[in-house]
Structures are given as structure tokens and as C-alpha cells.
């Protein structure tokens, strides 16, 4: 007779990994849940080199995200974060960006709101 054996942990490993959770006073880690929309952004105003956007407060929100890349030179700018509503970037050289905007709620970020492609001259 064959006995088969499941692959993993077996019941008594988890039950005593379990029992020393209890015994040991130990918890499961909390949950952090972000139920934030991702906000709506409006450009304000452009020129050659510069834009400014606007957005709607984000219910739950803390915090904003705001990030651009530029398709020539493959640059990629670091994360900027504000607490306001309101971004404008200047001196921007001649190219094609796409803007990235993101809320932050509970430690977490929504869905990412970007721009279309917006060209400097």
C-alpha cells in the first residue's frame, strides 16, 4: 500500500506554526485598503516650455503624486508630492511628455491618471 503525500506544509507543521502565533502574542499583519479614485486632472495653462495642471481633491486622500516622462531621451523625473491640488513644471525643453497623476490614501496610491501627449516646442 501507497501512501501519497500532499507537497507543502503539512497540518501539524501549520498547526504548530499557528499555536506559536497564539502563544507568542503574535498577530497577522493589518490590512491597508485604498479606495481612492485616481484624481481628474485639467490643464490650466500651457506655453512653449511650461503647463499647469489642476485637479478635484480626491476623497481620502493625503497626498498627491505627480511625475512626467519625456519621450526623447527616454527620461523618466522623480515623483514630486504635494498636498495641494495644483502642479506647474516650467522650463521644460522641446519634446513629447505624458504627465502622470496619483493619489495617496492610507500609505497606498490609486490608479494612475495620465496625460496625453503633450508637446513642447
Known amino acids: 500500500m501507497k501512501i501519497l503525500r500532499k507537497q507543502g506544509k503539512s497540518a501539524l507543521a501549520t498547526l504548530f506554526f499557528v499555536f506559536g502565533l ?12 485604498c479606495n481612492c479614485d485616481s484624481p481628474t486632472v485639467t490643464i490650466t495653462s500651457q506655453s512653449s516650455n511650461s503647463v499647469a495642471f489642476s485637479w478635484g481633491a480626491v476623497s481620502g486622500a493625503t497626498s498627491y503624486e505627480v ?33 502622470y497623476f496619483k493619489a495617496i490614501c492610507g500609505g497606498e496610491g490609486s490608479n494612475i491618471y495620465i496625460t496625453e501627449d503633450l508637446i513642447m516646442i
Open 67 to 99: 511625475w512626467y516622462e519625456k519621450r526623447e531621451g527616454n527620461f523618466t523625473s522623480q515623483p514630486t508630492t504635494t498636498n495641494g491640488t495644483s502642479m506647474n513644471f516650467s522650463n521644460l525643453s522641446a519634446g513629447t511628455y505624458k504627465f
Open 22 to 33: 497564539l502563544v507568542n502574542g503574535f498577530s497577522a499583519p493589518p490590512t491597508i485598503q
